[in-house]
């Protein structure tokens, strides 16, 4: 189930926020050297699958697909250091 969540560093129009997304945004909200994180759009009804995420490198931040069992979700993570915020973020995800 989606749920809206409130985020001093959150950004942009999408509100929504997936299940399997809530932990790794509220780790990611905690690394300083995030600047904003926005939550892009839901694919919903897709075909039952395991939990993964998905990171790509892009112009001063990040994009994470998060999957959960039947939706994908699209964040943007804006940081001053996108690669030291990438392995934060595979380190957390491989715990």
């Known amino acids: 189930m989606s749920k809206k969540r409130g985020n001093s560093k959150r950004g942009g129009r999408h509100t929504t926020l ?22 892009g759009r839901i694919e919903a009804g897709v075909r039952g699958g395991r939990q993964k995420i998905k990171i790509k490198d892009i112009n001063g931040g990040l994009r994470i697909d998060v999957r959960g ?10 940081s001053s250091e ?12 491989l715990q």
């Open 18 to 39: 997936i299940d399997a997304a809530r932990p790794l945004v509220a780790f990611v909200n905690g690394l300083p050297e995030v600047k904003r994180i926005s939550f």
């Open 82 to 93: 996108p690669k030291a915020t990438k392995r934060k973020i595979e380190d957390f995800c």
């Open 69 to 78: 069992s039947t939706s994908i979700q699209e964040l943007y993570v804006y």
